[in-house]
């Protein structure tokens, strides 16, 4: 049988993660396998959370107090869980007893939360290509403005180039370009300038 592996979290160090600590170790989490973070929800960087997640072996069972302290958001939180699943851990919460992946009916319930999180992925798909088709309608197009031949930008790069006392790597640098943003400017500086 593989082993409990603890996570908690609260969101300011001000907060107090005893309540949750308390839980986890009432249900069989041994200290030194209970990982803490004092940051925001919201953040991608959580150093606790990365080192719970290496610390978990196929077989173990990754336990938290609540949903609310493992995942940003729900999508979040379903990919998390499924990269568990798929490594081979089980997930529980404590508080949230009908999420329980060692149990047929934890499981039906984390796969209809996942079926919830997939459909408003679709949902926010599916404004985002409303929103550009209604743009694209009313005239807009999307992308960076097209640049000109005579474009002091494209002129200046030409310049430098033409004049061969800089390579390449030294005009990006001067100009605080990327290469490939240099060598499009080098192609439009050849393209005639069209009428405006």
Known sequence: MGKLVGYARVSTEEQDVDLQLDALREAGCRDELIFVDKVS???TKRPGLDACIDALEPGDTLLVWRLDRLGRSMPHLVTLIQELLEKGVAFRSLRD????TTSASGELVFHIFSALAQFERRLVQERTNAGLSAARARGRKGGRKPIRGDDPRVKTARRMHRDH?????????TLDISRATFYRYLAVASEPTPAP
Do not use: F, N, T
């Not at 007893?97 to 329980?100: K, Q, T, V």
């Not at 006392?165 to 640098?173: A, G, H, N, T």
């Open 97 to 100: 007893g009908a999420i329980d």
């Open 41 to 43: 929800g919201a953040r």
């Open 165 to 173: 006392e800089l390579s390449v790597k030294q005009i990006c640098k």
